[in-house]
Structure formats: structure tokens, C-alpha cells
């Protein structure tokens, strides 16, 4: 089982850099048994198709991810520190592996079935992630008592993925891939949206 577990993550390992440079369309199995120098058959033997590959290497980003910033909640002095940091990587991960989250397939009108899958993952983590932080600030009265840590997180994780779809939409005239500047653009328009959620969270409302 060691062994299996060890040969799977080098085929994740290599996929991911091919996904890195050419994104999922333009990878195929032939490529990734190459860079690997084994068959395709092995290669198939761990994975049905590039598709599988695919998710599998989004699955392992996405707990790594997700599991320092879990830990970093915990020992956070304030939901803004959290933010803060969540934003940072966030950022690095789009200029490192844009290709990978498909920058330049979301101009599609309809999404892929690997795509909706992906987002649903990508958004179930999320909404945990950010649910967990609006519940520390309620608990250290940084926050609202009366938020609903879930349905608050839910709201916002739509309409993030809100803003990234439309500006997606935007890159379909003149995609260029290597343009870090536009996509740290995006990133200023998502921290000026999570900064303004935020502070609305921080009203306490008084009655007479």
C-alpha cells in the first residue's frame, strides 16, 4: 500500500506541473506517463483519465490549503489577520497555478462537469473556512452576536465566486495568462468586497 500511495503521489506530483503550464485541455495521459517514463497502462492502472488526475490534484491543493488556514484561525488575533492571510494565499496560488483553476476556460457559457465539480469542492471548503472565522469574531465580540456563522459564510462564498466568474468573463476578449497584474486587479476587487462584508458584520445595531 506504501508503495501504491507513494507512485500516486508522483503521478499527482507531475500532473500538477504539467496542469501548471498548460492547463487541463491541453494535457493529455501520453504526456504524463512521459514526463513519468512509465506506460500508459500504469498510468491507467491509478487513474481512469486525465479528468480523475485532475481532481485528485485539485483535492490534495485545496486540503493543504484549507488546513493551514483552518490552524491559523484558531490563533488568529482577529478575523482581519485571518482575512488578511487567507487573501495573501489565495493570491499566490492564482499567479502560480491560474492554469489549473481554469482562468481561461470560465469564459465557456457552460461549465464542464469537472468544472462544477471542482467549484462545489472549492466552495463547501470555503464556506467552512469563512464560517469558522465569522464564528471566532462572534465569540470574541468582534462580530455581530446575532450573525448565522453558516448562512453568512454560504452568502459570501456566492458572491465571491460572483466576482470571479464575472471577471473571467471579462478576460474572454484578450486572455493572457502571464498578465499578473490583472490578476492581482481581481484580488484588490475581492479584499474590497470582503472588507466591506466584514464591516457590516461589526454593526452593532442599538435600540431605544
Same mark, same amino acid.
Given at each position: 500500500?506504501?508503495?501504491?500511495?507513494?507512485?500516486?503521489?508522483?503521478?499527482?506530483?507531475?500532473?500538477?506541473?504539467?496542469?501548471?503550464?498548460?492547463?487541463?485541455?491541453?494535457?493529455?495521459?501520453?504526456?504524463?506517463?512521459?514526463?513519468?517514463?512509465?506506460?500508459?497502462?500504469?498510468?491507467?492502472?491509478?487513474?481512469?483519465?486525465?479528468?480523475?488526475?485532475?481532481?485528485?490534484?485539485?483535492?490534495?491543493?485545496?486540503?493543504?490549503?484549507?488546513?493551514?488556514?483552518?490552524?491559523?484561525?484558531?490563533?488568529?488575533?482577529?478575523?482581519?489577520?485571518?482575512?488578511?492571510?487567507?487573501?495573501? $494565499?489565495?493570491?499566490? *496560488?492564482?499567479? +502560480?497555478?491560474?492554469? /489549473?483553476?481554469?482562468?481561461?476556460?470560465?469564459? =465557456?457559457?457552460? &461549465? %464542464?462537469?469537472?468544472?462544477?465539480?471542482?467549484?462545489?469542492?472549492?466552495?463547501?471548503?470555503?464556506?467552512?473556512?469563512?464560517?469558522?472565522?465569522?464564528?471566532?469574531?462572534?465569540?470574541?465580540?468582534?462580530?455581530?452576536?446575532?450573525?448565522?456563522?453558516?448562512?453568512?459564510?454560504?452568502?459570501?462564498?456566492?458572491?465571491?465566486?460572483?466576482?470571479?466568474?464575472?471577471?473571467?468573463?471579462?478576460?474572454?476578449?484578450?486572455?493572457?495568462?502571464?498578465?499578473?497584474?490583472? $490578476?492581482?486587479?481581481? *484580488?484588490?476587487? +475581492?479584499?474590497?468586497? /470582503?472588507?466591506?462584508?466584514?464591516?457590516?458584520? =461589526?454593526?452593532? &445595531? %442599538?435600540?431605544?
Amino acid at each position: 500500500m506504501a508503495e501504491q500511495d507513494q507512485k500516486r503521489t508522483l503521478i499527482l506530483e507531475a500532473a500538477l506541473k504539467r496542469f501548471k503550464r498548460f492547463g487541463l485541455s491541453k494535457t493529455t495521459m501520453e504526456e504524463i506517463a512521459r514526463d513519468l517514463e512509465i506506460s500508459k497502462g500504469s498510468l491507467y492502472y491509478y487513474f481512469s483519465d486525465k479528468e480523475s488526475i485532475y481532481g485528485a490534484v485539485i483535492e490534495r491543493m485545496i486540503a493543504d490549503c484549507f488546513y493551514d488556514m483552518s490552524a491559523y484561525v484558531e490563533k488568529a488575533p482577529s478575523t482581519t489577520a485571518i482575512i488578511d492571510r487567507y487573501l495573501e $494565499l489565495k493570491e499566490k *496560488m492564482l499567479l +502560480e497555478y491560474h492554469f /489549473l483553476f481554469g482562468i481561461n476556460e470560465w469564459i =465557456r457559457d457552460i &461549465p %464542464t462537469p469537472r468544472q462544477r465539480q471542482t467549484i462545489e469542492l472549492l466552495q463547501q471548503v470555503e464556506t467552512a473556512f469563512l464560517s469558522a472565522t465569522i464564528a471566532k469574531g462572534v465569540s470574541t465580540g468582534e462580530l455581530c452576536k446575532d450573525t448565522d456563522t453558516e448562512k453568512t459564510a454560504e452568502l459570501l462564498v456566492n458572491v465571491l465566486f460572483g466576482l470571479w466568474v464575472i471577471w473571467c468573463k471579462w478576460q474572454e476578449s484578450g486572455f493572457d495568462p502571464d498578465n499578473k497584474q490583472a $490578476l492581482r486587479c481581481f *484580488m484588490d476587487r +475581492e479584499k474590497q468586497a /470582503l472588507t466591506i462584508f466584514f464591516n457590516g458584520l =461589526r454593526y452593532q &445595531p %442599538t435600540f431605544n
